[in-house]
């Protein structure tokens, strides 16, 4: 039988699948390697990833090949050893190669960045090419890379030629019922794969690196594909929706508070009893600035002397935590104060507009309101979730788009207004700059303003202006230090404005600059700094109670004394009955964590209890009392049931 496979006219394609499968095998040796020092693997996990990782790669080959099979089921006898099937074969195992060999590449670099096989943030990548195009020709030796891969698919024709597999495949004559049984079998495999092996088997385990290498990285970009937002009511565990937003109202009700209505609703009016104070307000959302980076956190990189010498004199948070793992996610938390459901982020939904954001707050207040952001704001659907939401925009758009007449106001930073730009946009300076130049002619108009600013240097390819820092090399270390530097440079600039004085400003981070660790959630891996400048209150306040990115705002509007009507599942981490906790959670998994006890509830209902200890970032599993476990489920299940039945719009 072996003799027929490999000797005959389906000789090209098993020994494709042999060499699909011993590549992967090689990648996944590689990526193995690469982690073994940041996960405790065993001998029976290693085994594991190996025999489940070919399962899966036999899959991603059956698929790959399965129009050639289908194509040599069908192909005439006398056909066989005609030109146009030569060229056909020739073209067809050309371009499967290439893919095969180019997505090996991609995991390399995806997981270099990531520490994970593809997902949800590969198929974004998928959508918004020419940022991604762009980013990988500024980060990698493209030519040589793409050389590479040429080489080595032309390396196997060499073989394939060598193995006289070619003259095999040309010069079978196979009767049509021993095709009709090969390709009947290869064609249901390639059918039955997908419908009876999810890439969630692979997700099985505790430690989270083992998941991650059984997995293959093409079958796992498919199953990100089809679950890009998931149902929280159909893979999710439930409490009755009562008494979902019983509780979730519960935790929400402080001595400052009163909701509007009954039933499911968290809408309520907050006031506060400090003198009312309204500055103009600026939020500096720094790209993948982890705590980590600062000395103020114990770095000793002296990366970030500016964020340092700003965290002795300012409001710091000390123990605040990113709700994701990605841009949007941190936009959404700072926006909506919400925590994160189950697939995309908010911003990136559809029916994600006129909602009751911060902004809105903002504008019932009278203040204008403007998104600013270094790249093409189309990328990730951020200019229509902030356009749709009243603010204005000021991005390095190149032009207005179709679709977008939404946008109040849109202002495109020029090409003059440019020292510095890479693939993901202009440099912190030039944006600071257009930021100075945004509120000047607030000030100038006579109305206090709100500018949500997001920044993009401290990203991949971690290029920017020279001359600005001391840098032997550009890596991330050097983005962080010239982003310090940026941040340091517009508040001089700042000082010297009229409007200054009457301006907080708040520096935080949208996400850490790493996700990845042993546990598909790992808390060390979401801890972000926050520090919030020309307060009313003088001198250092240290915020040290846990808490969450969607707790910045409701305890920013208590310090300015404001009272107005919230949405919000953020609370005021300075009221005396707040209880510490946090939200966080990747595409599908969902944390809550208070005090040291750690709820993650995942698809197929599935509930996960923890104790953490953070002074060695370990999570034991351990049962929890069911209090905490409901507390976790009404946070996400009233946040999803608010955001699809439109209890979040104003």
């Not at 998931?230 to 409490?239: E, G, R, S, T």
């Not at 708040?506 to 598909?520: F, L, P, R, T, Y």
């Not at 409901?630 to 946040?639: C, G, L, P, V």
Request: aromatic share 14%.
């Amino acid at each position: 039988m072996l003799n027929k496979l490999f000797k005959g006219r389906y000789s090209s394609l098993f020994s494709f699948l042999l060499v699909f499968i011993f590549s992967s095998f090689l990648i996944r040796t590689v990526l193995l390697f690469i982690s073994i020092g940041k996960a405790d693997f065993t001998i029976l996990g290693v085994i594991q990833i190996y025999l489940l990782g070919f399962v899966y790669d036999l899959a991603v080959g059956l698929f790959l090949t399965g129009l050639y099979n289908l194509y040599l089921l069908f192909l005439p006898g006398k056909w066989a050893n005609s030109i146009a099937n030569k060229v056909l074969t020739y073209a067809g195992l050309f371009i499967i190669l290439l893919i095969s060999f180019f997505s090996f590449f991609a995991e390399l670099t995806f997981w270099q960045e990531f520490e994970s096989r593809f997902n949800f943030i590969a198929v974004d990548y998928l959508i918004y090419t020419t940022e991604v195009i762009n980013n990988i020709i500024e980060s990698y030796p493209l030519p040589l890379l793409i050389s590479g891969i040429l080489l080595l698919v032309v390396l196997v024709f060499w073989l394939f030629t060598k193995k006289k597999v070619f003259r095999y495949t040309f010069q079978s004559a196979m009767p049509f019922k021993q095709r009709i049984a090969i390709s009947g079998v290869l064609l249901l495999a390639t059918i039955v794969y997908p419908l009876v092996l999810s890439n969630s088997f692979a997700e099985s385990g505790t430690n989270r690196y083992q998941n991650e290498l059984s997995k293959a990285g093409i079958y796992s970009i498919f199953a990100a594909f089809k679950n890009n937002e998931l149902n929280y009511k159909d893979f999710y565990a439930l409490l009755p929706d009562d008494k979902a937003f019983a509780l979730m109202r519960k935790q929400l009700q402080d001595r400052h508070s009163a909701f509007v209505s009954t039933g499911h609703s968290i809408k309520r009016t907050v006031k506060s009893d400090k003198p009312l104070y309204k500055p103009n307000v600026i939020m500096i959302t720094v790209e993948s600035l982890s705590a980590d980076f600062l000395g103020h956190f114990g770095n000793t990189q002296h990366l970030t002397p500016v964020l340092d010498s700003l965290s002795q004199h300012n409001l710091v948070f000390n123990n605040m935590f990113a709700t994701g793992t990605r841009t949007v996610r941190g936009m959404e938390a700072l926006s909506l104060a919400i925590p994160p459901t189950p697939g995309s982020s908010i911003v990136r939904r559809s029916k994600n507009e006129n909602l009751c954001t911060v902004g809105y707050i903002f504008q019932q207040a009278g203040y204008t309101r403007t998104f600013y952001y270094g790249g093409d704001g189309y990328f990730d659907n951020m200019n229509e979730y902030f356009g749709s939401n009243g603010f204005d925009i000021t991005d390095r758009g190149r032009n207005i788009k179709v679709g977008e007449s939404y946008l109040t106001k849109r202002t495109i930073i020029q090409d003059k207004q440019v020292t510095f730009e890479n693939a993901w946009g202009i440099c912190d300076g030039d944006l600071f700059d257009a930021v100075i130049r945004g509120a000047d002619q607030d000030y100038q108009n006579g109305k206090p303003f709100y500018n949500f600013v997001m920044t993009t240097s401290n990203h991949r390819p971690f290029t920017f202006p020279d001359g600005k820092i001391e840098a032997k090399v550009k890596n991330r270390e050097a983005a962080v230090r010239y982003t310090d530097f940026a941040i340091g440079d517009f508040l001089k600039k700042m000082q010297k404005k009229a409007w200054f004085k009457n301006t907080v400003v708040i520096i935080v981070a949208d996400h850490c600059a790493a996700s990845a660790g042993k546990n598909e959630i790992d808390i060390s891996k979401y801890h972000i700094p926050c520090i919030v400048l020309n307060l009313p209150v003088k001198g250092k306040v240290a915020i040290d109670q846990l808490c969450s990115q969607i707790d910045l705002y409701p305890t920013l509007f208590d310090l300015l004394g404001w009272n107005y009507e919230s949405n919000l599942y953020g609370q005021n981490v300075l009221e005396p009955g707040y209880q510490p906790r946090a939200v966080l959670g990747t595409y599908q998994q969902l944390g809550y964590l208070k005090q040291d006890s750690l709820v993650i509830l995942g698809p197929q209902q599935k509930t996960e209890t923890f104790i953490y200890h953070r002074e060695n970032n370990e999570q034991v599993p351990n049962p929890l009392s069911r209090t905490v476990i409901e507390q976790a489920m009404a946070n996400y299940q009233t946040a999803y049931d608010l955001f699809k039945n439109g209890g979040l719009h104003q």
